[in-house]
């Protein structure tokens, strides 16, 4: 069984940064997807940020030049640099995993982002 462990969220003033976590249990380079989705009260959950095993990326366009997603194959550990923080980036962030037949999913981490 697959876990993933998100870290790394808190509250942080507009304009601050911010680096996400997400450790596996298993190795991530046996996964297609890796990805960060996020979900703020009331609202569907929304992808962040992918990055596929062969390292190409993709944001949402509300995050692009902002956020930065990336993995540490040896660690096992996937990032989510966030810089340039807004309140509309209030969210509890997920970690997301996929490779042939399963998905994955952490149980999240709170992001914070006051005015």
């Known amino acids: 069984q697959v876990r993933l462990v998100e870290s790394g969220g808190g509250l942080v003033q507009t304009g601050g940064s911010l680096r996400l976590s997400c450790a596996a249990s298993?190795?991530?380079?046996?996964?297609?997807?890796l990805a960060w989705y996020r979900q703020a009260p009331g609202t569907q959950r929304d992808v962040v940020a992918t990055i596929i095993s062969g390292g190409r990326t993709n944001y949402a366009d509300s995050v692009k030049g902002r956020f930065t997603i990336s993995r540490d194959n040896a660690k096992n550990t996937v990032y989510l640099q966030m810089n340039s923080l807004k309140p509309e980036d209030t969210a509890v962030y997920y970690c997301?995993?996929?490779?042939?037949?399963?998905?994955?999913w952490g149980r999240g981490t709170q992001v914070t982002v006051s005015a």
């Open positions: 997301y995993a996929q490779r042939v037949g399963f998905d994955y």
């Open positions: 298993g190795n991530i380079f046996s996964f297609n997807t």
